[in-house]
């Protein structure tokens, strides 16, 4: 248990330093510091947990690679959009963003979404960063389970599947989400249009184009290299390829302008010591865990605040022993679903949206930390309830022997739904009871 009270300790200390601290080198420093001790401390606490330090070493250096990339891209502008005067960039938001996170996996959404940022603030001045939490909330997490490749842990449990010789397709998890999918995009809908986005017609997805086509081609062909290393490689495969790309991409960089370069080395140092400190967190998570005998559903309950405030991916990490001698269905709804979809619950929860809205927009001075937080956990707090009745509905009738069914599942996302839009309503009174304004931030009696 000690392991896991010096893990929330260091969280605590994450989140000091991004609300408190304003250089990025003392930002840098005290994330990496944190990484070192943490090591350090480990490596006297036995075999166990010097086998976390070692696994933990290996991971990060597998998995860094990738948002330095992802960064990168961004830092260019390669995926910079100009958008036509008029449009209404609903069913971009809507059908476009769940698509990236699902076949481009999420860290796409990190360039894109830096991309929107100009045209949100100009369209929608007073709730920009409402509607960008909202996209994140819902198409880095929330969808971000149709696909084998749409999120790490689900790439992570495709390969130990595939070790163990069990037959997959692209398409796997669809084939258990689908009903849930379906209802989380009616939410996600219904949620759009409550915060005032505008949609317009479907013909207006043809008015985005690329504000420079050789950036974009760029852009392109870096994506392409991210794909190529996770379907192709493996292990340190993966961390030689891909950073020796980010290091050829880093002095070509110079040729984009000053402010590109200046972008590319301090997002990326800031980035990459970050997931120093929350790596430090997961080690002490999964050493603490290895004492601990948990319950299914006690195991469950441990995934989801671990990917609130660490990483998705380290969660399911995590509880994958315990789940993976058990049939799909129990990896399914017991480890799967809250590994992911959890991650939009805080703004610590998945590894792009830290990137774009901790690191990116932050050192962009668009917003400051405590501002991201807040108007999170505003918005979080309406879908809590909907991924609980989800989570307890079916790990409880799994737990019971009892097969979910298609019909089970619709009338599980019927109930949820209900739950949510009734948390939308209760947050809008409460608002405008206390403030005067709705959970949007739009004064009650005006239009959007």
Request: hydrophobic content about 55%.
């Amino acid at each position: 248990m000690i392991s896991i009270f010096i893990a929330i300790i260091i969280l605590v200390l994450i989140i000091f330093i991004n609300l408190k601290l304003d250089s990025i080198y003392t930002k840098v420093g005290a994330y990496l510091a944190i990484g070192g001790m943490s090591a350090l401390y480990l490596m006297t606490q036995g075999e166990f947990a010097r086998e976390v330090v070692r696994l933990t070493s290996i991971d990060y250096a597998q998995f860094i690679v990738i948002p330095l990339i992802t960064v990168f891209i961004a830092s260019l502008g390669l995926f910079s959009l100009k958008i036509k005067a008029g449009t209404r960039i609903g069913w971009f938001l809507f059908l476009i963003c769940p698509l990236v996170g699902n076949f481009g996996t999420t860290w796409a959404l990190v360039p894109i979404g830096l991309s929107l940022v100009p045209f949100l603030k100009k369209e929608y001045p007073q709730k920009w960063l409402f509607i960008l939490i909202t996209m994140g909330i819902f198409s880095m997490n929330f969808m971000a389970l149709g696909t084998l490749l749409a999120d790490p842990p689900q790439a992570f449990w495709a390969i130990k599947a595939g070790l163990a010789g069990k037959p997959l397709g692209f398409f796997f998890p669809f084939t258990k989400f689908w009903p849930y999918l379906l209802t989380t995009l009616f939410v996600y809908f219904v949620t759009l249009r409550r915060i005032g986005v505008h949609f317009g017609n479907l013909s207006e997805l043809l008015n985005y184009r690329p504000e420079n086509s050789w950036k974009f081609f760029y852009g392109i062909l870096l994506a392409g290299t991210l794909a190529y290393a996770l379907l192709f490689l493996i292990g340190f495969q993966i961390t030689y390829f891909l950073g020796s790309i980010f290091i050829v991409g880093l002095l070509t960089s110079r040729f984009f302008g000053h402010e590109a370069f200046h972008n590319t080395i301090h997002w990326s140092l800031e980035t990459a010591a970050v997931f120093v400190a929350f790596f430090a967190v997961v080690a002490f998570v999964h050493s603490g865990l290895h004492s601990i005998h948990f319950e299914n559903q006690a195991m469950t309950a441990m995934v989801i605040p671990m990917t609130m405030f660490a990483d998705n991916a380290a969660a399911f990490a995590a509880a994958y022993p315990q789940f993976e001698p058990l049939s799909d269905s129990y990896m399914t709804w017991f480890d799967l679903h809250p590994a992911v979809a959890y991650g939009g619950v805080s703004p610590f929860g998945n590894g792009p949206q830290i990137t774009l809205f901790l690191v990116i927009l932050v050192a962009l001075k668009m917003t400051k930390p405590g501002q991201v937080f807040k108007d999170w956990f505003i918005e979080a707090s309406i879908f809590m309830p909907y991924l609980l009745v989800w989570t307890l509905s079916a790990t409880t009738l799994i737990d019971h022997g009892i097969e979910v069914t298609v019909a089970m599942q619709f009338l599980i996302g019927i109930i949820a739904s209900a739950v949510a839009f009734q948390a939308m309503d209760l947050q809008q009174k409460f608002r405008i009871h206390v403030t005067g304004d709705d959970w949007t931030g739009r004064e009650h009696g005006k239009k959007a």
